[in-house]
């Protein structure tokens, strides 16, 4: 062990671990980069978090930096749960929940909790959290946190941050501060505390009061965005303050969170699905339009488009049958009413259907329970393409997570396939159709050489389409090492030192998750895509998106 290992064991409860075994495993995450940690923690509770972050400003201060990335289970697209330093490792012990109200609905768990063991208990109460991603299964609460996490639900629900009501979190210096909505006159009792949360409240009050132009300028008109910093929702006109809506989708780059209190929504197991076909972009723009305006919106509007319906087919042609016949539909609109009311699910299912009727296109719906599941395989399908590849080429996370105005997701889909016809490249489309939020994942090779040249220039094409048709460049995978270098063509150079100054007022020293969200250059990243792309550790639960 080194020295600093060394240290860390001696004073933490938790194990700390430098075998290099270990430390490769670290190495990766579902992202295309690869940065090899020197050591790996497991803490056991707060305090081990407090002290190893206290440790490592003290070590700052003297000059040598050496960074904390917090991790939960490594699914993260971005590479935002690599880091150099000290790697910690949540889902080993802080895995709990803590408290559970179910009349009030409410739940506080510790950040290494697997979702779906949430889910599953919520559920049991006749609750559910909502925003849950595709990763569900295998994922943690704190990853949500994280990157302001979303899923199929979020058209209705909305994302992560619509349900944490409050957080406790280590600052870089170790202090622990717990983040809720403050009054005016509990603000002010902030600022006059001589700690380092003082000088925090002190000095981003000051901040989003000389920069309220600035910060108006952020919004996008986009359903959701998760690049930068949410300064926007942290001070209120009533003169109201909050870190919470700034610590979510901060990727552990402004404090550490190791408590997470959220709000949760009656759950009713049962929905009503409907599955629509149709090979017309505008027209498949126009009936989602139409479907977000009914009296009670779906809760989940998905699309596949029938390049993924085609690979399925060839890799693994019974999984669609007697789903969706060939030759396949253009594109596949997914459909589901929630409603706590079945009456009202039946409903609203009516109305679709007649707006499908309309525009002459085919549809199936469906409320029994198997068959629901059984047409859900549509948008499911796309773990085939994820998971496998065609010889050595893979689907790369690069360009998953855009968003746009709704009124140009016709225009941009047909502007991604024709971006992809010149490079003459396969690529497959899905996602959250009814927010504009679309995944795509070009096919390449990262043991060649040219397709790992090729990633860069797909990157600056794709993301400067999205930004020209006034979208942002991350809905709910967040910026990390992948997409931060785009942050400053997005907002402008004023708004990125804007953000800068944001990072250096809750981590002055750079020992948070550096490398990530914020000072990071397409060059930085070059030298950290790896060579051997793979999501064979998620293989046991079968990787989603």
Do not use: C
């Amino acid at each position: 062990m080194n020295k600093v290992a060394h240290y860390l064991q001696e004073h933490l409860i938790g194990e700390v671990i430098v075998g290099d075994d270990a430390r490769k495993h670290f190495s990766t995450d579902s992202s295309i980069f690869e940065v090899t940690p020197s050591i790996i923690a497991y803490p056991r509770n707060e305090n081990d978090v407090r002290k190893t972050a206290r440790f490592t400003w003290q070590l700052a201060e003297r000059g040598r930096v050496f960074p904390i990335t917090a991790r939960g289970a490594g699914t993260d697209l971005s590479g935002a749960a690599l880091g150099r330093g000290v790697i910690m490792v949540f889902p080993a012990h802080m895995n709990k929940i803590l408290e559970l109200d179910t009349k009030a609905g409410t739940v506080t768990v510790e950040p290494g909790l697997n979702y779906a063991k949430l889910q599953q208990t919520l559920h049991t109460h006749g609750r559910f959290l909502p925003p849950f991603p595709a990763s569900m299964e295998y994922s943690t609460l704190g990853g949500a946190v994280s990157n302001n996490a979303g899923g199929q639900k979020s058209v209705k629900y909305g994302n992560t941050r619509n349900y944490v009501e409050k957080l406790r979190i280590v600052l870089a210096n170790g202090e622990v501060i717990e983040t809720r909505r403050l009054s005016k006159r509990e603000l002010g009792k902030k600022m006059g505390l001589a700690t380092f949360e003082g000088e925090v409240y002190r000095a981003l009050d000051a901040l989003i009061e000389e920069n309220q132009d600035l910060i108006k300028q952020m919004a996008k008109n986009v359903s959701k965005n998760a690049a930068g910093y949410n300064l926007a929702e942290v001070k209120k006109k009533d003169g109201s303050f909050d870190l919470t809506p700034l610590i979510i989708g901060s990727q552990g780059t402004l404090g550490i969170v190791t408590e997470i209190s959220m709000t949760t929504e009656p759950y009713n197991p049962a929905s009503t699905l409907i599955a629509a076909f149709t090979d017309d972009v505008n027209q498949l723009q126009e009936i989602v339009d139409n479907l977000k305006k009914l009296p009670k919106p779906p809760s989940a509007i998905e699309m596949v488009d029938n390049k993924l319906l085609n690979y399925v087919n060839q890799s693994n042609p019974n999984q669609l049958r007697n789903i969706v016949k060939q030759p396949f539909p253009r594109f596949a609109i997914l459909v589901e009413f929630d409603d706590i009311s079945v009456k009202t699910q039946s409903k609203m299912a009516k109305k679709a259907a007649k707006l499908f009727d309309k525009h002459l296109i085919t549809y199936k719906i469906e409320s029994d329970e198997i068959e629901v599941e059984q047409l859900w395989k549509l948008r499911q399908s796309v773990a085939s393409v994820i998971a496998h590849g065609s010889n050595t080429a893979k689907a790369v996370p690069i360009i998953d997570d855009a968003v746009v105005p709704f009124e140009k997701v016709a225009e941009f889909i047909q502007k991604v396939y024709e971006l992809f016809e010149g490079y003459r490249m396969p690529v497959t489309m899905w996602g959250h159709i009814g927010e504009g939020n679309l995944h795509v994942q070009p096919l390449l090779d990262l043991s060649q050489l040219g397709d790992r040249q090729r990633v860069f220039r797909i990157l600056d094409d794709y993301y400067g389409l999205v930004i020209e048709l006034g979208g942002t460049t991350s809905g709910q995978h967040n910026d990390g090492r992948l997409r931060a270098p785009y942050l400053r063509k997005l907002y402008g150079d004023e708004t990125y030192e804007l953000l800068r100054k944001v990072k250096a007022i809750f981590d002055p020293y750079g020992t948070l998750n550096s490398g990530v969200k914020i000072d990071v250059e397409i060059d930085d990243i070059k030298p950290l895509v790896r060579h051997d792309f793979s999501l064979q550790h998620l293989y046991s639960h079968m990787p989603r998106t």
